[in-house]
């Protein structure tokens, strides 16, 4: 895939990338594959064998894992600039989750032997994989103790700050991805009807806002 100085600017703005130099760059950018997924795509398979790692240039994707009883829990949403699909690749176990596209979605794909020879190749690219797993090795951390020891308003608060992310109205606030109050519920160990009632109590307090199916939070929390 040629790139470039414009390509090359464009893969710095990548969190992953960031601190690669451009010789460097320049070689990994030979290796990246560009693919595009449509919407409601599975481009990771739970329990499969892994042979691709991806960093998302535009769209956005869901993390999900499958509970006992059938259903899809969802652990994260990714979108532009993260990257997904590593872990298999680094310890050669089965996939640990599904990724599936919510919007239609463009990514850089990078096989098992390149990325590894990108890591071995560039300090930058090995620090930054490794910043990323700690984050959301802290992440989990923090959602085991909050299952454990918040109440569930407070694991719903939570959850919402942690999945806003997406800035609107001039940087007040920031919107959630669409969610149902099962999906929210998957996600902080409690019942549709526990969700219904504790969303409804942080609207009267106006510590949250709803738009259709995203929520909304005040950029100062
Ligand atoms: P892998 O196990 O190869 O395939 C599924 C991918 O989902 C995994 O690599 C990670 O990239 C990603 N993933 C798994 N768990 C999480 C999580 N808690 N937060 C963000 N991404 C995750």
């Excluded at 872990?87 to 599904?98: E, G, I, K, T, V």
């Excluded at 969610?179 to 969303?199: C, F, K, P, Y």
Aim: proline share 3%; aromatic share 6%; glycine share 6%.
């Amino acid at each position: 895939m040629g790139y470039g100085r414009e390509g090359l600017d464009s893969l710095k703005a990548i969190p992953l990338f960031a601190n690669v130099d451009d010789p460097h760059l320049e070689a990994i950018a030979e290796h990246l594959i560009e693919r595009r997924y449509p919407r409601k795509t599975t481009i990771v398979e739970e329990g499969l064998a892994g042979d691709y790692m991806y960093v998302i240039r535009e769209g956005q994707v869901k993390v999900t894992k499958l509970s006992e009883d059938g259903r899809e829990k969802i652990l994260q949403f990714l979108d532009g600039g993260d990257f997904f699909g590593e872990m298999a690749l680094l310890d050669r176990s089965p996939r640990s989750a599904s990724v599936k596209t919510l919007q239609d979605t463009r990514v850089l794909a990078l096989s098992r032997t390149d990325f590894i020879h990108c890591i071995e190749d560039n300090p930058a690219v090995a620090m930054a994989v490794i910043q990323e797993l700690s984050r959301r090795l802290r992440e989990a951390d923090a959602q085991a103790s909050s299952l454990s020891f918040d109440c569930v308003k407070d694991r719903a608060k939570g959850l919402f700050l942690r999945l806003a992310r997406e800035l609107v109205e001039e940087g007040a606030r920031r919107a959630t991805p669409q969610l149902t109050h099962q999906q929210i519920a998957d996600m902080i160990g409690t019942s549709r009807e526990t969700v219904t009632r504790v969303v409804k109590e942080l609207k009267q307090e106006c510590w949250l806002a709803q738009e259709g199916k995203r929520y909304l939070v005040a950029e100062a929390h």
